[in-house]
């Protein structure tokens, strides 16, 4: 199984948006072969003394059954619409691939 953890920050102004633009999107992510989750998440104040919080990025939380899943992922023509929404509201992206030590 591959972890993702993807930060996006969002332009100022724009969160909300982007969510509902993203939130749209999901089902059709969550029917592609190999997805086993997929969701948006922000960050709450937790009281946590150590957290480190940003309310302009948004992390995309997601698990797939293999890399080559992810990366047809990554060519959906639904995930290429997507980008190409939201490719105004971003100012940037980092990703974290991950798997199981």
């Known amino acids: 199984m591959i972890s993702v953890i ?3 920050k969002v332009k100022s102004g724009h969160v909300p948006e982007f969510i509902a633009i993203f939130k ?14 997929y969701m948006p998440a922000i960050d709450i104040d937790s009281g946590i003394p ?4 940003d309310s302009s990025i948004v992390t995309i939380i997601e698990k797939w059954e293999s890399l080559d ?8 023509p639904h995930m290429g ?3 190409e929404k939201v490719k105004d509201m971003v100012e940037s992206v980092s990703l974290k691939v991950l798997q199981e030590a």
């Open 6 to 8: 993807a930060s996006i």
């Open 50 to 53: 150590v957290q480190s919080k």
């Open 81 to 83: 619409a997507y980008r």
């Open 24 to 37: 749209a999107n999901v089902e059709e992510v969550r029917r592609e072969k190999g997805c086993i989750e």
């Open 69 to 76: 899943a992810l990366k047809a992922h990554l060519k959906a």
